[in-house]
């Protein structure tokens, strides 16, 4: 819904009578084979299945969003600052709440890295329970209230609740942080060219200029886009690359990702807006 309300938004600043469509994939192959088929001309998808499909040489990498300046996204293990947890080990069978959304598609691969590290299994068979929670209040307050062991949030996430209520800062710790990451990309169909390639481009990298556009783009915890740098991508390829290496395989799909995320593909508007544009 709230990349339909992206494209809608662009449209209306652009002054196009156009409604988009939007698409959601749950599995790589149908993605891929869309993209394939010309169905698409833009595609939100999170890192990790980008890099499973960029050998199709089917998709243009062209954006990523902006937070405080920042593009990358870290993640935190919290767990209570009184706990006797010195090491992963001490974890073990124990309860672990996540926060689930677009930004956290690296998390667990992360987390998975660090265990797997230390020979211990993955985190799906390591933990007693895993938990999804949409908010970080949610993923975060059972830790606090001792109700769980520990949690897996954006570090953004755990800080907000810190300003908004300092106590959290006392009562948990972090106990592992990851190396900042860019978790999810916008990307072009190659062949989406034109006066409809630059109607969409511009209004991507213009959308925090205007209110509506703003609004819209905190929907994904962003400031604004930004444009794609070759070098954004480096370590959270690297941390794929190492995952798959513990784990012994060739990555040709995408990995198993928690509860609550999603590929995500934004289908076939802008062909609809430029047949649509006012005279």
């Known amino acids: 819904a709230a990349f339909k309300i992206y494209a809608n938004t662009i449209a209306r600043q652009r002054g196009i009578n156009a409604s988009a469509k939007g698409t959601f994939f749950d599995d790589l192959p149908a993605l891929r084979q869309a993209v394939r088929a010309e169905e698409v001309d833009v595609v939100g998808l999170q890192t990790q299945d980008y890099f499973a499909a960029e050998g199709d040489r089917t998709?243009?990498?062209m954006f990523t969003g902006e937070l405080n300046h920042r593009i990358a996204t870290e993640y935190?293990?919290?767990?209570?600052?009184?706990a006797k947890t010195?090491?992963?080990?001490?974890?073990?069978?124990?309860r672990l709440v996540e926060l689930v959304g677009v930004k956290m598609g690296l998390a667990r691969i992360w987390l998975d890295v660090l265990l797997m590290e230390k020979g211990l299994p993955s985190s799906a068979d390591f933990f007693g329970s895993v938990r999804g929670e949409p908010k970080p209040t949610r993923a975060i307050l059972p830790v606090f209230f001792h109700q769980a062991e520990a949690c897996l949030v954006t570090r953004e996430g755990y800080e907000t609740m810190v300003e908004m209520n300092p106590q959290i800062g006392?009562?948990?710790?972090?106990f592992a942080s990851s190396p900042g990451v860019v978790p999810l990309?916008?990307?072009f169909r190659k062949g989406f060219?034109?006066?409809?390639?630059?109607v969409t481009v511009s209004g991507y990298l213009e959308a925090h200029l205007h209110a509506d556009g703003k609004q819209v783009l905190t929907l994904f915890k962003v400031d604004r886009n930004v444009q794609y740098q070759p070098k954004d991508l480096d370590t959270a390829r690297r941390l794929v690359a190492q995952h798959d290496a513990l784990k012994g395989k060739k990555r040709t799909e995408t990995l198993p990702r928690p509860r609550g995320s999603r590929i995500v593909l934004l289908g076939a508007h802008s062909a609809?807006?430029?047949?649509?544009e006012n005279p």
Do not use: H, I, N, Y
């Open 59 to 61: 998709l243009d990498l």
């Open 76 to 82: 935190v293990l919290l767990v209570p600052a009184d």
């Open 86 to 94: 010195t090491d992963l080990r001490d974890l073990r069978k124990g």
């Open 170 to 174: 006392q009562v948990l710790r972090v």
């Open 185 to 187: 990309v916008t990307c």
């Open 193 to 198: 060219a034109g006066r409809r390639r630059e």
């Open 272 to 276: 609809e807006l430029s047949r649509r």
